[in-house]
């Protein structure tokens, strides 16, 4: 296992379209965060899944995204009509349910957004 | 709001020398406090971390100092290596780690 990975890498799409990402976590890592960046700030936290369930959830993040983790392994974010703000990085991390490395996130590569 | 707050945009430093990252929280809550480093096109990556329980914590080259009655950390690296050119995150977290808040960045150059 090589770490998290994330697809695509990049996205350009138009004004009003659906897009979705995919992320892969370690493989024995329970826990799953998503989070968004943009230039000039840092990451900022979206989702929370522990295994399957969505634990938490920003207040900033719109109805507009919707988060999956089916079966506790991979997780899908999908944004519906897609807006010019919504251009960012999109960032995955993972970490273990327990041990020493609990609260260590491991990040993946990030999917940049560009929305036109 | 922003609770993690980074007030230097960027740092150089000479090579050899003693580079320090200063990070302010707003959060009494947090327990659980991290350091990233993030290089171009890439996610970031792992530095260091320390429980609210403890005030230093020390790994190899680097050391985090946690001042909760100030509310306050910083994270020292010696001696600065050219290879430590990359912007570097503050993160915290409450007692259950469900959601981490990150600083703006400090982006620090190790001039050779």
């Known amino acids: 296992d090589t770490g998290v990975s994330q697809d695509p890498r990049h996205k350009i799409t138009k004004r009003g379209q659906n897009v979705t990402f995919r992320c892969d976590p370690i493989s024995e890592h329970n826990r799953l965060y998503w989070y968004r960046q943009t230039l000039g700030q840092g990451p900022e936290f979206l989702t929370y899944f522990q295994n399957e369930a969505q634990l938490e959830k920003s207040r900033l993040l719109s109805d507009r995204f919707s988060a999956e983790r089916p079966k506790g392994s991979f997780s899908t974010l999908e944004i519906q009509r897609t807006e010019q703000g919504d251009s960012a990085m999109y960032l995955c991390?993972?970490?273990?349910?327990?041990?020493?490395?609990?609260?260590?996130?491991?990040f993946g590569p990030g999917t940049r957004l560009t929305v036109l | 709001d922003q609770q993690v707050k980074q007030n230097s945009p960027s740092l150089s430093v000479q090579e050899g020398r003693i580079s320090i990252l200063n990070c302010d929280y707003t959060n009494s809550m947090f327990d659980y406090f991290l350091w990233y480093k993030k290089y171009p096109a890439e996610g970031p990556t792992f530095l260091i971390s320390i429980s609210s329980i403890k005030d230093k914590n020390e790994d190899g080259r680097f050391t985090v100092f946690l001042n909760k009655s100030a509310k306050h950390l910083s994270l020292h690296i010696v001696p600065s290596q050219p290879g430590d050119s990359a912007v570097y995150f503050c993160a915290a977290s409450g007692v259950t780690g469900n959601q981490f808040y990150f600083g703006t960045g400090t982006s620090l150059t190790v001039i050779p």
């Open positions: 991390a993972s970490s273990p349910a327990s041990g020493s490395a609990y609260n260590e996130q491991f």
